[in-house]
């Protein structure tokens, strides 16, 4: 871990590197799109980009007087040279005393799994915070409640609404409160930097500048307040719903890119909702939003932060395990309808099938978090392969015991993508598990039966297993018997038992 100035220096250096390097890149591809005649909405975008660079260079430059670019390695550790003093605007470093920020609640004694940071300021016709927390409640267990700290931060700079915040949570969730499961915190106004005279960038009206820098803040005092809270740090708004068991979903995507190269992992697509930090980089992310609290929305900004941490690439998990349920902003007479188009909520539509115990497999390569499981169990979502899809593919159910099949019924396609149906397959089964199979990946069934072939809508239902069948199955198998340039939704599988 680099020492707190070191990092600053390295920070600033790198960003003036970072920005003055896409700065010219933008330059080119704006030069080579007015070459060769392409959109006007693509050049604009990209002018657009380019004039942010630009202006988040000059703040650098302005912020820290010009001189800290010209200033060598010993200037800078020179505690009595003219010009590194000149650097102290840009080596502050943000602090919160948590002891004072509590107003409801009370840090545990150790750190747990995940720290849940929630903004709360008050809306004119709508409070959506109560909704958020029954949801977040609702959806995690007893045990997660034990490793997982929900940090609610009364943000207004009215009072009386941070009082009734405080209010409403100590009276609809005490439980919660005593267990440290949530707390209430609060900033002094003094922690926020004047908020007149901001620069108007993308145009923006004066309302909504103030708005959004204001909003920056609160995440930095939100980042600062929580560093020793948890082993992570995941952002949500007070306006969210979250999917079924989404602490073992964020404990499931963390294992599965535990090599990556990652300083962000996203639960949603939209906007700052659903953004996963480790909590050792809460400080320097802290630090980097108040650098430009006024330059640039929350949006804009943490993805400089991943860039500037050589994150070459979005983790975005889906299905998404947050939603956005707000229509009412906090910015006064704005409505919006922000949907996350990956959160899914629809369940088996057979809820009569039993679906007995088994392990899923599939050799399709999955998009994301669509895997194979989803398309038998009971949580929301579906398996959704990627093309292309070759003849022989498959997707193979292994139950934990023998059963006796008395229906199947296998439904492809979705709704919202009614093309990616399996264009040609059949439905098999087999009674026997080959002893030479692996015991961890997947096994190796043989002398399958067929049961039947999909139809051209990508649906397979076949009864009365129980009597045409006449012996129990291990294996039950959808294989490809012709390849497809789709990509496969496999929405539902559903299996029903003799006994």
């Known amino acids: 871990m680099m020492p707190g100035r070191t990092w600053n220096r390295v920070l600033l250096l790198a960003l003036f590197v970072m920005f003055s390097l896409n700065t010219w890149l933008v330059r080119i591809l704006v030069t080579v799109s007015d070459s060769d005649g392409s959109g006007d909405s693509d050049s604009k975008s990209l002018v657009k980009q380019r004039d942010t660079l630009l202006d988040t260079v000059h703040v650098l430059q302005a912020k820290c007087k010009g001189d800290f670019f010209n200033v060598d390695q010993q200037q800078v550790n020179s505690p009595t040279n003219e010009k590194a003093e000149n650097t102290d605007v840009c080596l502050q470093q943000v602090h919160v005393d948590s002891k004072d920020a509590i107003i409801l609640g009370h840090q545990r004694n150790t750190k747990g799994f995940l720290t849940i940071g929630i903004p709360t300021v008050k809306r004119e016709k709508k409070l959506y915070i109560q909704e958020t927390l029954n949801s977040l409640i609702e959806h995690s267990t007893s045990q997660d409640r034990k490793d997982v700290v929900i940090v609610v931060f009364a943000a207004d700079f009215n009072n009386d609404y941070n009082n009734h915040i405080k209010d409403l949570v100590e009276s609809n969730f005490k439980e919660y409160v005593n267990e440290g499961f949530i707390q209430v915190v609060k900033a002094p106004e003094s922690f926020y930097p004047p908020l007149e005279n901001l620069k108007q960038n993308f145009g923006d009206e004066l309302e909504r500048v103030i708005w959004r820098s204001k909003q920056v803040v609160d995440y930095a005092y939100l980042f600062s307040y929580s560093i020793d809270v948890a082993q992570y740090y995941i952002q949500l708004e007070d306006d969210v719903i979250a999917t079924p068991n989404y602490v073992q979903s964020i404990r499931e995507y963390i ?54 941490h050589a994150q070459q690439k979005s983790f975005l998990r889906a299905p998404s395990i947050f939603q956005h349920i707000g229509t009412i902003s906090s910015l006064r007479d704005k409505e919006q309808v922000a949907q996350d188009r ?3 909520t629809k369940r088996r539509a057979h809820g009569d099938s039993n679906n007995p115990p088994a392990r899923v497999f599939s050799n399709m390569t999955p998009f994301s978090m669509y895997l194979p499981n989803l398309a038998y169990s009971n949580q929301p979502g579906y398996f959704w392969g990627k093309a292309p899809i070759s003849a022989g593919d498959y997707l193979l159910i292994a139950f934990n015991q023998p059963v006796r099949l008395k229906r199947v019924l296998v439904d492809t396609g979705s709704d919202a993508h009614p093309q ?33 072939k999909f139809t051209e809508k990508g649906q397979i239902d076949v009864d009365d297993l129980e009597k045409t069948l006449g012996y129990d199955v291990v294996c039950l198998r959808i294989t490809m018997i012709r390849s497809q340039v789709q990509w496969l939704v496999v929405q539902e599988i559903a299996v029903w038992t003799a006994w």
């Open 255 to 308: 294992d599965l890119n535990q090599n990556e190269q990652w300083v962000c992992l996203e639960f949603s697509e939209l906007g700052f909702i659903g953004k996963l930090f480790r909590s050792s980089m809460l400080q320097r992310l802290s630090q980097f939003v108040m650098f430009f609290f006024e330059e640039q929305p929350i949006d804009y900004l943490f993805k400089y932060f991943n860039l500037l």
């Open 420 to 452: 990616d149906i399996l264009q040609a397959g059949v439905l098999e089964v087999s009674r026997k598990i080959l002893p030479s199979s692996p015991t961890k990946g997947t096994p190796v069934c043989t002398d399958y039966e067929k049961l039947g």
């Open 342 to 344: 990956f959160f899914e």
